[in-house]
C-alpha cells in the first residue's frame, strides 16, 4: 500500500495524475498474461503491477502533444523507487502487446496500458548503500 501510495501522488502536468494501477494478483490471471508477454519471469512473479494512462485527463499542449507517457512515467519511477526503498525489486516491462494487456484485464476504452513493471516481492541482494553511492559517483563523472 505504501508503494502505491507513493506512485498515486506523484507529481504531473498540471497535477492532474491521469493514472490507474492495476495490481494483478491472482495467478490464473498472471498466467493468462503470457499472451502479452511470455517471458516466465514477467508471468511467475508474485505480482505485477500494471501502469495505465487515462487519455481523457492528460493535459495537452497548445500544439495537441499529450504528456500521459510523461505522466505515467513519472509515476512508475516514483513506484520503482518507493518499491527499491522498501528493498524490493521492480522490472519495468515496455515490450508487452498493449492490446492483450487490455483484453486480458478487461480495461475500459479510455484506459490505455503504458507500462507492466513487474513487483518481484523478494529482497535485493548486493545492493549496499556504499556500493549504491559509489557507482552514484561514478556515473556523475562519466562522460
Known sequence: KRILEVARIAPSAT???PWRF???R???VREKLKAAYSRPWFWTAPVVI???GITSEAWR???GKSYLDVDVAIAMDHLILAATAEGLGTCWIGAFEPFEIKRILNLPLDLSSINAPTL?????ENSSAVEAAAFLVSCDISI
Open 61 to 63: 499542449r497548445s500544439d
Open 120 to 124: 518481484v516481492l523478494t529482497r535485493l
Open 22 to 24: 492495476i495490481v494483478v
Open 15 to 17: 497535477n492532474a495524475q
Open 50 to 52: 500494471c501502469a495505465c
Open 26 to 28: 491472482k495467478k490464473q
